[in-house]
């Protein structure tokens, strides 16, 4: 009788372990999903402001800017809690102007079905120069499939920047650049559809260092001598409406 107690008190203290288990994973709070995402990006993308739960929740999401984060847009989660079975963590996020299917891994961050569409303003405040040239227009990122891992870049991703404005001078064209990665390094290409001030050129990425670089030609339309101080800001010093230009960055 008392061998046949201590085994149900066992089963009972065992399903109540159990029980309290689910309930933990269950409520584990939003940060640890700001944890996962800045792990998995290699701390390029951050979560700040967390609320809800790794399931469920909202927060400010943030992209690195040499040693500091910057907030880029609020947005909302929520997670399939059976891709966590599969060594990966899959979130759907969407925000006023953001849309796109997150997967962590444990040291990759991939971005599917990716669209995002806004006022340039709103992510200037992620790159250090916005500072100097006060970016105008608008910002849409596009993408399918795109993957970052710790050494590698993988698929493709297109943004966009319609209707371009730097330091006051308003509208001075639209530009595109694509990125398009196979393994540690990826092809970048930027090209103007359209403006007074064209700039087209090809780089890449080497996403184990991490280093960007680009080489092109910046040039400006006849009669736009207006545009000679962005003309310098992207090429030097130099004479004539067409210059070559060499950009380096360490991201």
């Given at each position: ?66 040693d500091a984060y910057r907030g880029i847009a609020d947005i909302q989660w929520r997670c399939d809690l059976l891709s966590v079975f599969t ?73 966009e920047w319609a209707e371009a404005g730097l330091s006051g001078v ?82």
């Amino acid at each position: 009788m008392i061998e046949a107690l201590r085994r149900t008190g066992v089963r009972f203290a065992i399903l109540g372990a159990g029980a309290y288990l689910v309930f933990l994973v269950a409520n584990l709070p939003a940060a640890w999903f700001g944890y996962a995402l800045e792990r998995s990006s290699g701390g390029a993308v951050a979560l700040g402001d967390p609320r809800g739960t790794v399931w469920k929740g909202q927060g400010t999401l943030a992209v690195r800017s040499r040693d500091a984060y910057r907030g880029i847009a609020d947005i909302q989660w929520r997670c399939d809690l059976l891709s966590v079975f599969t060594g990966r963590l899959n979130l759907a996020l969407s925000g006023a102007n953001l849309r796109a299917n997150l997967s962590l891994g444990l040291r990759s961050l991939r971005l599917q079905n990716v669209d995002i569409n806004a006022p340039v303003a709103l992510v200037a405040p992620a790159v250090p120069i916005a500072a100097i040239v006060k970016p105008e227009g608008r910002l849409r990122v596009v993408a399918d499939s795109f993957e970052i891992g710790s050494a590698r870049v993988n698929g493709a991703v297109t943004v966009e920047w319609a209707e371009a404005g730097l330091s006051g001078v308003t509208r001075v064209g639209d530009y595109r650049l694509q990125v398009t990665g196979s393994g540690e390094r990826a092809a970048v290409r930027l090209s103007t559809p359209r403006g007074d001030l064209r700039v087209n050129g090809n780089g890449e990425w080497r996403a184990a260092q991490p280093q960007f670089v680009m080489r092109g030609v910046a040039e400006i339309s006849p009669g736009r001598a207006d545009l000679e101080p962005l003309l310098q800001l992207l090429a030097g010093q130099g004479s004539g409406t067409s210059r070559p230009f060499e950009w380096t960055m360490a991201l």
